[in-house]
């Protein structure tokens, strides 16, 4: 069964930092690239970071280069994403997904074109 656990939300104040995981099994880790996608309340999903299996290949949103930081954990099929500096316009449901490598060659990733997602982690930046 494929599975990817997102992790790590919470209530934070701005300026914070927070780690969020995401936990994959069920699939061949190897041959997949991980995308972040985060929802607002009242917006769209967006795609804002994403890391290929190998470290690779790494994508970054204008909206988060600089805050942002992804990495992956081959050993144990997760991938991180470290967030600091925290604003209030993070506050958002914050979703991982998996997309085969043949595919992660399309910036920013869409949502339609993932294989996999999990359920999300919400991230509540207090001011």
């Known amino acids: 069964e494929v599975q990817l656990q997102a992790s790590g939300g919470g209530l934070v104040q701005a300026g914070g930092s927070l780690r969020l995981s995401c936990a994959a099994s069920g699939f061949t880790f190897d041959d997949y690239g991980i995308v972040w996608f985060r929802q607002a309340p009242g917006k769209e999903r967006e795609g804002i970071i994403c890391i290929s299996s190998s470290g690779g290949i790494t994508w970054y949103a204008d909206s988060v280069k600089g805050r942002f930081t992804i990495a992956s954990d081959n050993a144990k099929n997760t991938v991180y994403l470290q967030i600091k500096s925290l604003k209030s316009e993070d506050t958002a449901v914050y979703y991982c997904?998996?997309?085969?490598?043949?595919?992660?060659?399309?910036?920013?990733?869409?949502?339609?074109?993932?294989?996999?997602w999990g359920k999300g982690t919400l991230v509540t930046v207090s001011s």
């Open positions: 997904a998996a997309v085969s490598l043949l595919r992660l060659r399309v910036f920013p990733p869409t949502s339609s074109g993932m294989d996999f």
